[in-house]
Nanobody
C-alpha cells in the first residue's frame, strides 16, 4: 500500500514562494507517475503538474514558468516549488501517485493514491 504525506503549505503574500513536499512510502518509488493537484474553495480539483520516469515534467498552463516539480531519490519525496505566487493559487494541494499503468498522468482518474492535502493561502 502506498502512503503519501504532504507538507510545506502555509500562508504567503502574493509574489512569494513556497515549497511543498510529498513523502512516498510503501512501494518502489520508481513505479509511478507522481502528480500535484489542487482544489480551490467551491471548485473542482484540478491538475497542477506531474512527473514521470520517461518524459519531461508537465505543467498546467496556469502555473507554467512559476512552479517546478522535482524528485529527491534519497528522501523518497516529490516536491513542488512554487514561485511568484498569486491569490488565485490559493487551494488545498494534493500529492498523488498512479499505479504502474497510466497514459498521460494528467488526469485525476489516472491516479490511485492520494495524500491528505496541504493548504496554501496566498494573500494579496
Amino acid at each position: 500500500q502506498v502512503q503519501l504525506v504532504e507538507s510545506g503549505g502555509g500562508l504567503v503574500q502574493a509574489g512569494g514562494s513556497l515549497r511543498l513536499s510529498c513523502a512516498v512510502s510503501g512501494r518502489a518509488f520508481s513505479s509511478y507517475a507522481m502528480g500535484w493537484f489542487r482544489q480551490a474553495p467551491g471548485k473542482e480539483r484540478r491538475f497542477v503538474a506531474r512527473f514521470t520516469w520517461n518524459s519531461s515534467p508537465y505543467y498546467a498552463d496556469s502555473v507554467k514558468g512559476r512552479f517546478t516539480i522535482s524528485r529527491d531519490n534519497a528522501k523518497n519525496t516529490v516536491d513542488l516549488q512554487m514561485n511568484s505566487l498569486k491569490p488565485e493559487d490559493t487551494a488545498v494541494y494534493y500529492c498523488a501517485a498512479t499505479g504502474p499503468d497510466y497514459t498521460s498522468a494528467r488526469y485525476e482518474y489516472e491516479y490511485e493514491y492520494w495524500g491528505q492535502g496541504t493548504q496554501v493561502t496566498v494573500s494579496s
